[in-house]
Structure formats: structure tokens, C-alpha cells
């Protein structure tokens, strides 16, 4: 076990050498090492040279070479060390070509395409696992030995960010060396943790990953900065003015990054700052263009000392960057090439922004000098030329038996709901992911049937077939109310055979509530209410019960601190239980909120939504609703504590936005007042209108209990909502656009995109049909009329109906705002 503080050798013999590049003394050879070791080749062939008569700095000489594409001199200088290692990569080096199995990242485009890149090094000759057509056809629980030729097997595996693939579960099989390398390990940890044991070695871009990852393994991890890079083809640097002080894009404000308020609000309080926020992802055109225009833009990562893939992508377009202290970018370019560091602690991001754009003459010529060296050091065809050869430097290295791992373990689960990688995007009709959702349930209901049970194989076999059927139950592509039958059997049984599980209840709860009938959400609701009542040391909890990916109904729960738990227990051996309950009682607290105010008593809303912010004061979504009920019970007092929290929120959460909107409505109601609503309302307004929302990921809302029908009311009406947004003001446009996430046909839809392109006046299919490039995309009449059939069923939804009002409210905003300029 080490940490920052061992020696500089101790830390190159365990990996770490990003760390050692940063922090050796110019008097060890280990420092020059690291350096070749991560690609600065001519720092450490200067510096190496220096230790000539020491063999283990010739032999990283070597090495150093090597990594660089100068094989021959590498080949000249290995012949002459005798050591195992040395001569193992001689003999790899004297290959005609290496041959490479892997798993990298499908994709075709952009700094992740590897793949392309790597052809202009014809030194290797990469073979590909994905369901991408052209590369080796994977498929779920595949046999390894299907991907290789046995009288001539690949010289080492490598699978780059392991938590985006489907990986042979007999991998440990391959008469080679086998890597991995992972960035977002904790994010999917009840996933990716029993994968993690089948490698030889684990890679890291960083040494803050390296100190998590290499006590979650037993094998070696090695710190790589260079894992990926700049499309060989970018823009050229403008030589225009730049008239954007900050810009930003991506996942800003969303319920698994609420550290990133903190930053938010730093550059709120900056005056006089032009910034462009997108709060989503645009166009790669739009995106460089952008950047093109922008004098300044900053990162987070969750692990701070990683690399910003944002980053060098903005450096590479001449702009400003500030990045976190330590980040293993600022060992390839610092303050001279245009780049600033801060620390989220200290509040400093404001500091180093406003210098860079105070001085923005003198930073624009330091950035072009950042921007030559990226382009240079991270074009991908030299980022994975250096890859390949540093992971033959590990491939080479003389390895002890390699410890088997029991398939059993190995579940090929989906790693997510629908935000980040998947091996297909057509979320309600694709084969490759049917095919995967049936292979796992096919694999799960095996092992329950041979008698060897867990509460992980119940869990599991109902999140499979949630995970797969959740867009097409959202668009009732299927019988839902027969198939989410079979999914609470499979909880029931589990809970017969596992009663204190709390996870397993836990998922039971939630799944019904999003997909029940009223009955049997009035059932589950008791349940809830029942483990709320409990003793805790009812329940047990293991922290490898999956309790979903963390985008599925992120709103409702905090999947950020579970996870960050569950990967401390793992990581120090530290016990978690009891918070980890505390999380999921503060979950069920909040969704028991929606329900009980139709229950009779009115103040239980409020009872269990300041519980849930009690138990889990971190997340802010509890917060909000929170207040949201109190204005709406609107009693002595409710609005001023409503107000509190709205300005604490406003203050400092990622709900900034929403939370102003809820404290202009009560000041314009005349029902709260506090001297820190100019402040706010200085701060927020002139960001509001340089903030784009674009994210509009379908959110599935709450169904309704036996109560609520009989009341006609639903926990998460689309009536609520649209009542609300009219009361915040018309002109409040960005309020408007929250109302996505509550409307079931949206822009994943292709009704809503069908919508979108026909007149507000002429919404019916048969405008739409007289298209000859929309109707060649059915193969006949009856799957026209099929559609037509489907889409008036859709207009006479309340959903519908609920988005022309929308648009028209929309539509009136708009006039009015150019009525006024």
C-alpha cells in the first residue's frame, strides 16, 4: 500500500509514474524514466542520459525510444542488457508487426478514435471486439478463443475503459497479457467491480485514480496520462478577436456532479463575465466553433488529477484553460502555454478566469504555445501509437501465475439506462441491446435455478429487464402492465427469500412506483411506509446490491454519495452500512412525499419531504420539493422557510435557476422578503439568459396510488407543472424548458421530432405521410396506418395536449419579449 508520501522509487516500482514525473528529484533516474514512460520523450532521453552508467536508466533509455517510434535505436540499445524484461520487449519489438487484441472505443470520430489513428503506425495490427460492423463481431457471454487464430495468438489484450464494454467472461483464457484501463470506475461500481479482477494490469490516467484503483485490485496498476487525444483533423486556430470571456458545455447541472454548483456559483459571482453555459452536448462543428470564439474555459473531473479530455480539446483551439491543481495535463503544458490551475476548496476559480481575461493579449500568445504542443503530443495517431508501445513495455515484463476469477461472478449487466456508451442508441427497437437483455436474463435465471441463491440474482434479473424495457414501456411499445407482472413476481419471490434486503425493497418500491398499476402502487407504499417505521437494524444492506445505474430516475435518489460509498468500503475496508441505509430512507422519504398528501393529511407531504432533507441534506432535489410544498400549502410561516431554502439553493446548489424562479414568484405574491433577493437577482438574471439547456433525457413520472385515481390527481401531474411555470412569469423562458423533462414525447421521440417539423396548425400524420423520403421509411400501406393510428392515440393524450400548451405558451413568450425590445 502507498501513498503520496513514499519514496520516489517505491512509487515508480508501483506504477505510479505520473506521480514520479511530478514530484522526483532531478537527481533520480526514476524521474527521467516516468517521463519517457508517458511520452515526453526528449526530457527524458536528456535526462537519462545523465545516468549512463546505472543499467536500469539504460534500459528505460531504451524504453524512452521506444515509446517515441524510434524502434531500431530502442533495438540497439536492449540487445545489450540481458535482463528478462529487456530481452522479452527485444523480442516483441523484432515482431514484423505486433498483433493486438482489443476493446477500444467503437467509435469512429473524434479524440476517442483510436482506432483510425492507430493505422498510422504500422507496427501494430489491431483486431477489434465490438458491435460496430466493422470490427470483430462481439456479442453477449461471447468465447474469447472465437476472436484469435491459435497458432498465432495476439502478443497482449487491451480493454480501454472497461466500464464501456461487453467482455468474454473466460478472458482470463488468452495465452497472452491481459490489460484493462478504466477512468470511471466508481460511477459504475456495482457493475465494473468483479470485471476489474480478470486483468494482468490496470491502467490509470492519474495518480488520484491510481490510489483508489489499486486497492481495488490485486495486480499492478500503472499510471498512462495519454489515453486519449484530438481528432487528427481540428480546425485551424482563428486568428479573430475572441468575444466569449467563458465558455462551458456538458453535463453542468445534473444530480450526479452537484460539487460542480460550487464552481457554478464562483463564475456567477464574477461581474461583468460573457459567458456561453450549454448545459448538454452540441454538434462537434458547434462545439469547436465555440471554442474558436472563447478566450477562457475551466474543468472539473471527479478525480481531480485526471485528464480533461474538455481541456486539451480547448487548449487545442488557443483558449485559456484552468484546470485542477496537480492535473497530469499541467505535465505537458503550464502557466507559459496559456494554462492556470485552482482548487475547488479554496475558491480560487474566479481568480485565475478573471486573470486570464483581464490579460487576454498576453494569455492568447501563451495559448497558442499550449495549443502547438497539444496538437503535436495528443493527435490521436500519436496518442495510441504511444499507448500500444507502452502497453508492449508492460507486455514484456516478466508476470507471476495469473490468478483465476469464478465466471459465476461475471454478469455482463448494462451499465447504464441511456447517458454515455452504449453498443446501440435505438433505445426501444435495437437488436444488439434485446439481444443482451435476454442473454442476462438467460445467464441470471440459470443460476437461480441451480439452487445457489442471493439477493444480487433477484435484484439483477428484475434491473436487466427494467434497464431494456424502460423507453419502450415509457412509449408503449409493449403490453407494460403484463410484462412489469413478470418483474414483481421476480421481486416478490426474492423478498420471500431474502426479507431483510433492503435494496431488494428498495428497487421493488421504486420500480412499481414508476411502472405499477395503482393497486400495486397503493401496496408498495405501505411497504415503504412500513421500513420508514422500522428499526434500521432490520435491514441489511451489501453494498454489491446494485441498486440501478445512475441515470436511471436520477432525480429521486443520490446515486453520487451511494456510490462514493460503496467505493470507499471497497477501497479502505471502512463500513458503510449505515449511511448507505440513510440514503435509501431518505429516497423513500422523498418519493412518500408525492403520496401522502392524498392520503388525508395533508402535512405528511411536508412530514416526509423535510425528512428526506434531513437524512440526506446533500442532494438538493429534496430541498426543493421540499419548499415547493410549502408554498403550495401556503400556512403561517410556510413561506418564509420556503424562502430560506429557495436562497440557500439559489446560493449554492445546481437548482440555482429553478430556485430564483420559485423566490420571483413570492415576490411577486408579496409573500416573502429578504435583503439577499437583490443580491441574487443581480447574480442570477444575467446568467439565466447565457445558459442553454439541451439535455431532455425522458423522464418516467410517478404513477398514481388507488388514492390519487379516485381524486383524479397525479403525483407529478403535467397540470401542477404548467400551472406553475404561468405563474413564474411568462418572460422566464428558461423555466419553460424544465417542463422537457416532464413530457413523455420528447426529442428521443420521433413524434416529438415529427412535431417539431409540422405546422402548429396541421399536426396530422397525412401532411407528413405526402413526404416522399419520410413515407419510403415504411416498407408498407398498413405500417402507415399503423402510425396514424399511434399518433391520434398520442394527440388525445394529456401529455399531448399539455405540450401544444407548452408551445403556445412558448409561442406568446416570445412575442412578447420582441414586443418589448
Not at 41 to 70: C, K, M, Q
Not at 192 to 210: A, N, R
Not at 314 to 336: P, Y
Not at 466 to 487: C, D, K, M, S, T
Request: hydrophobic share 40%; charged share 20%.
Amino acid at each position: 500500500m502507498f501513498n503520496p508520501q513514499n519514496s520516489t522509487a517505491e512509487l515508480f516500482q508501483a506504477g505510479n509514474y505520473a506521480a514520479v514525473a511530478r514530484s522526483g528529484s532531478d537527481r533520480e533516474w526514476q524521474t527521467y524514466a516516468a517521463w519517457g514512460l508517458i511520452g515526453k520523450a526528449s526530457e527524458a532521453i536528456a535526462g537519462l542520459s545523465r545516468f549512463s552508467h546505472l543499467p536500469e536508466a539504460v534500459f528505460y533509455l531504451a524504453v524512452t525510444h521506444w515509446i517515441d517510434g524510434n524502434e531500431e535505436q530502442a533495438a540497439t540499445m536492449l540487445e545489450k542488457i540481458s535482463t528478462p524484461h529487456a530481452q522479452n520487449l527485444l523480442a516483441l519489438i523484432r515482431q514484423p508487426q505486433i498483433l493486438v487484441l482489443a476493446q477500444l472505443p467503437w467509435t469512429r470520430s473524434g479524440g476517442s478514435d483510436l482506432l483510425t489513428a492507430i493505422d498510422q503506425d504500422q507496427k501494430f495490427k489491431v483486431k477489434n471486439i465490438s458491435f460496430h460492423p466493422e470490427d470483430l463481431p462481439n456479442r453477449p457471454y461471447a468465447d474469447i478463443h472465437q476472436f484469435y487464430d491459435p497458432s498465432h495468438p495476439p502478443s497482449f489484450y487491451i480493454n480501454k475503459m472497461v466500464e464501456w464494454h461487453f467482455i468474454p467472461p473466460n478472458l482470463q483464457e488468452l495465452p497472452c497479457p491481459i490489460f484493462g484501463q478504466t477512468g470511471d470506475y466508481d460511477l459504475h461500481i456495482q457493475t465494473v467491480y468483479p470485471w476489474l479482477q480478470l486483468f494482468d494490469e490496470i491502467l490509470v490516467t492519474d495518480p488520484s485514480e491510481w490510489q483508489d484503483v489499486q486497492k481495488l485490485v490485486k495486480v499492478p496498476v500503472s499510471t498512462f496520462p495519454k489515453s486519449f487525444g484530438i481528432s487528427d483533423v481540428l480546425p485551424p486556430i482563428p486568428q479573430k478577436s475572441r468575444n466569449i470571456d467563458l465558455s462551458l458545455s456538458g453535463t453542468v447541472t445534473h444530480p450526479y456532479h452537484p460539487d460542480k454548483a460550487q464552481l457554478l456559483h464562483q463564475i456567477i459571482n464574477i461581474p461583468n463575465l460573457n459567458c456561453k453555459i450549454i448545459n448538454g452536448f452540441v454538434s462537434e462543428q458547434d462545439y469547436y466553433q465555440n471554442l474558436a470564439n472563447t478566450k477562457v474555459s475551466f474543468t472539473y473531473i471527479r478525480h481531480s488529477e485526471a485528464m480533461p479530455t474538455r481541456g486539451l480539446e480547448a487548449l487545442s483551439m488557443g483558449c485559456g484553460l484552468v484546470v485542477q491543481k496537480n492535473s497530469v495535463l499541467t505535465l505537458f503544458a503550464g502557466e507559459s502555454e496559456g494554462v492556470l490551475t485552482y482548487e475547488l476548496e479554496a475558491d480560487n476559480l474566479a481568480i485565475a478566469i478573471q486573470r486570464i481575461v483581464r490579460e487576454w493579449p498576453e494569455f492568447e500568445i501563451r495559448a497558442r504555445k499550449g495549443a502547438e504542443i497539444i496538437r503535436k503530443e495528443f493527435v490521436c495517431s500519436r496518442v495510441a501509437s504511444q499507448s500500444l508501445r507502452f502497453l508492449t513495455f508492460l507486455a514484456a515484463k516478466p508476470r507471476g501465475q495469473r490468478q483465476l476469477q469464478p465466471l459465476e461472478q461475471l454478469v455482463q449487466k448494462r451499465t447504464i439506462l441511456q447517458k454515455g456508451w452504449l453498443p446501440n442508441y435505438d433505445l426501444n427497437h435495437s437488436q444488439v441491446l434485446k439481444c443482451i437483455g435476454i442473454s442476462n436474463q438467460e445467464v441470471l435465471q440459470s443460476q437461480l435455478n441451480s439452487g445457489n441463491l442471493s439477493s444480487h440474482l433477484f435484484i439483477d434479473l428484475a434491473r436487466e429487464s427494467i434497464l431494456y424495457n424502460y423507453h419502450r414501456a415509457l412509449y408503449n411499445l409493449i403490453p407494460v402492465q403484463e410484462w412489469f407482472a413478470g418483474v414483481i413476481k421476480i421481486y416478490q419471490t426474492g423478498l420471500e427469500k431474502f426479507p431483510k434486503s433492503l435494496v431488494l425493497r428498495f428497487n421493488y418500491i421504486r420500480a412499481v412506483l414508476h411502472f405499477g398499476q395503482p393497486s400495486e402502487v397503493s401496496e408498495v407504499l405501505e411497504l415503504a411506509l412500513e421500513i420508514l417505521k422500522e428499526d434500521r437494524d432490520r435491514w441489511q444492506v451489501d453494498v454489491m446490491e446494485d441498486v440501478f445505474p445512475w441515470d436511471f430516475c436520477d432525480r429521486f435518489f443520490n446515486y453520487r454519495s451511494y456510490f462514493d460509498l460503496v467505493t470507499e468500503h471497497l477501497t479502505t475496508g471502512k463500513s458503510v452500512e449505515f449511511d448507505l441505509q440513510r440514503l435509501i430512507l431518505a429516497s423513500l422519504s422523498y418519493y412518500y412525499g408525492f403520496y401522502a398528501p392524498y392520503q388525508g393529511y395533508y402535512s405528511l407531504s411536508l412530514d416526509y419531504f423535510r425528512q428526506a432533507t434531513t437524512l440526506d441534506p446533500e442532494f438538493p432535489y429534496y430541498k426543493f420539493d421540499y419548499a415547493k410544498q410549502l408554498i403550495e400549502r401556503n400556512l403561517l410561516n410556510d413561506n418564509t422557510e420556503a424562502g430560506r431554502i429557495l436562497i440557500e439553493l439559489a446560493s449554492e446548489s445546481i437548482l440555482f435557476i429553478e430556485s430564483w424562479m420559485l423566490l420571483e414568484f413570492l415576490k411577486a405574491h408579496q409573500c416573502f422578503s429578504d435583503p439577499q433577493l437583490e443580491k441574487l437577482a443581480r447574480k442570477i438574471n444575467p446568467i439565466k439568459r447565457q445558459i442553454q439547456l439541451l439535455e431532455s433525457i425522458p423522464s418516467l413520472p410517478l404513477k398514481p396510488s388507488l388514492d390519487q385515481v379516485s381524486a383524479n390527481i397525479e403525483p407529478d401531474s403535467f397540470k401542477t407543472q404548467l400551472t406553475q411555470l404561468k405563474l413564474y412569469q411568462q418572460k422566464k423562458l428558461q423555466e419553460l424548458e424544465k417542463l422537457h423533462d416532464k413530457i413523455l414525447w420528447m426529442q428521443t421521440s420521433k413524434f416529438w421530432k415529427l412535431g417539431l417539423v409540422l405546422d402548429p396548425r396541421q399536426r396530422q400524420i397525412n401532411l407528413a405521410v405526402k413526404d416522399k423520403e419520410f413515407y419510403n421509411r415504411f416498407s408498407s400501406e398498413d405500417d402507415i396506418n399503423q402510425l396514424q393510428t399511434i399518433v391520434q392515440t398520442i394527440e388525445k393524450t394529456q401529455a399531448w395536449q399539455i405540450r401544444l400548451a407548452w408551445l403556445e405558451l412558448k409561442k406568446q413568450v416570445i412575442k412578447a419579449n420582441i414586443s418589448r425590445d
